[in-house]
């Protein structure tokens, strides 16, 4: 590649710095002193910076167009993602109607787990609540095979914790944390079924889930790839203890031919706690699970409690207007809906040509540095280069967008999110055991991030975060 003449541009403004503190005795005030003056946190967030102001800008130009489509949405054709979030942006912003619906999107989810009579029933509940995006007891995903990453398998590991790590159950500087939970389960489970009930449902729910913490693993353990990958057969996972059979005809499926049984002390865990006598416990569990997930998509009361209990875990000190949390459960629900429209709008050429000449030039410069190395023998340069050769650049949006047209969107706001979470979930499943699709990307082209996938060798830089302050198209 010939050198480039497009001339450099400073990536950081002087007016960020206070050229006035020493940067001996306090180098954070000398580099960004009048920024952080000039920039408080919003009370909306628990802290702030150049990357959440971006991703606050973007924020603002998806409501723009969510706004637009729902302006028009009688002239778009049913079906299509603008139509699709038409539909799904007037459902959520109609407070009047959210608020009239109540919590009835609870009845089918609930009834599912009361019907549960038996052990094999109940895993069967919560496999199908998985599959409407309400996780409870553990988790199942679908990833690449740790030792062949051309093939997806179902992984099954740990999970159904409502706090986010397991320390917070085991740990005595969290006891505050685990009390304000328990308090949360007691008003949110109190104010459903206006009577006193919560305080026995509190009781049972962080019961059981400190029994779950003390046999989940840390998180510095569930970074150990080696450990975790326990490849089981489908003639193993039919005579295990734990009922998979059960478990995978709750997401309309049979057992798979494979399985990585990322954690089986855990599982071996439920199959000793999990019996009949113990049933009704893990039901109101279960019941639980559904209530807190879906509290954001019900009645100001609950969403208001949910948040109260958010500030003890964050810090924040306010809720975000009702327009951002939309935009945000579109966004993590399903992304690609916002995807194109967002693209077409607001990403250019330009920038995609820009960052792919950039990464073309990083590659350059990284093979001759290994070709340079002395102390690296000829095989093992061979080695680097073939992963060098093999690594990919995504950037901007993906080559295909997924077909989007099963989406089904009826009913409350809380229905919706529902089926957005079905929708999501089948696409995922029902990728196992086959060859994983390079086209497709791991986020959506309207979240401000980038990642780097190992088990792909591949890099992804989405649309929003190649504009400034994170991305100079002019420079890179």
């Known amino acids: ?203 049972t729910v962080v019961a059981l889930e400190t029994k779950l913490a003390l046999v989940s693993r840390t998180r510095t353990a569930m970074r150990d790839l080696a450990s975790l990958y326990n490849n089981r057969t489908e003639v193993e996972l039919r005579a295990s203890a734990f009922p998979w059979v059960a478990a995978f005809r709750g997401l309309g499926a049979s057992v798979p031919e494979f399985v990585i049984e990322a954690t089986p002390e855990f599982f071996s865990h439920v199959v000793s706690d999990l019996t009949a006598e113990s049933l009704p416990q893990y039901k109101t569990y279960a019941k639980w699970h559904v209530l807190h997930q879906l509290l954001p998509y019900f009645p100001s009361q609950y969403v208001d409690a949910n948040f109260a209990f958010s500030q003890k875990l964050s810090g924040t000190k306010e809720l975000a207007p009702r327009w951002k949390r939309v935009v945000e459960v579109l966004n993590t629900s399903c992304g690609d809906l916002l995807g194109a429209v967002y693209c077409d709008r607001y990403f250019t050429s330009s920038a995609k040509e820009a960052m792919l000449e950039l990464v073309g030039y990083l590659k350059l410069a990284l093979r001759e540095k290994i070709d340079a190395l002395d102390w690296m023998t000829p095989a093992t340069k061979l080695k680097s280069i073939e992963k060098l050769d093999s690594f990919r650049a995504k950037v901007g949006y993906p080559d295909q967008w997924i077909d989007l047209s099963s989406i089904e969107l009826a009913g409350t706001y809380a229905d919706m999110v529902l089926e957005l979470h079905r929708f999501g979930f089948a696409d995922l499943f029902g990728r196992a055991n086959k060859p994983p699709e390079p086209w497709r990307w791991e986020m959506p082209p309207q979240v401000v991030n980038a990642y780097y996938h190992p088990m792909y060798n591949e890099i992804v830089f989405p649309a929003a975060i190649l504009q400034s302050p994170a991305f100079n198209v002019r420079c890179g």
Not at 154 to 165: C, E, I
């Open 1 to 203: 590649m010939p050198p480039s003449t497009t001339p450099l541009y400073t990536g950081l403004p002087l007016d960020t710095m206070n050229q006035t503190a020493d940067p001996r005795e306090d180098f954070k005030e000398f580099a960004w002193g009048h920024w952080i003056e000039k920039n408080p946190i919003p009370d909306e967030y628990p802290s702030w910076g150049t990357f959440l102001q971006l991703r606050d800008s973007v924020l603002a130009n998806l409501r723009s167009l969510c706004d637009e489509l729902a302006d028009k949405k009688s002239s778009l054709e049913p079906g299509t993602p603008s139509a699709q979030i038409a539909q799904f942006w007037g459902t959520a912003l109609d407070e009047e109607a959210v608020e009239a619906s109540g919590t009835v999107a609870l009845n089918t989810l609930f009834a599912r787990v009361d019907a549960a009579d038996s052990v094999d029933s109940f895993i069967e509940a919560v496999t199908y609540l998985q599959s409407k995006g309400v996780g409870s007891l553990f988790d199942l995903t679908v990833v690449p095979d740790f030792k062949q990453s051309d093939i997806l398998r179902v992984l099954v590991s740990q999970g159904g914790l409502g706090l986010p790590d397991r320390d917070y159950y085991t740990e005595a500087d969290k006891a505050p944390l685990l009390q304000a939970y328990r308090d949360h389960i007691t008003r949110t489970w109190n104010l459903l079924h206006g009577d006193d009930s919560g305080a026995a449902v509190a009781e």
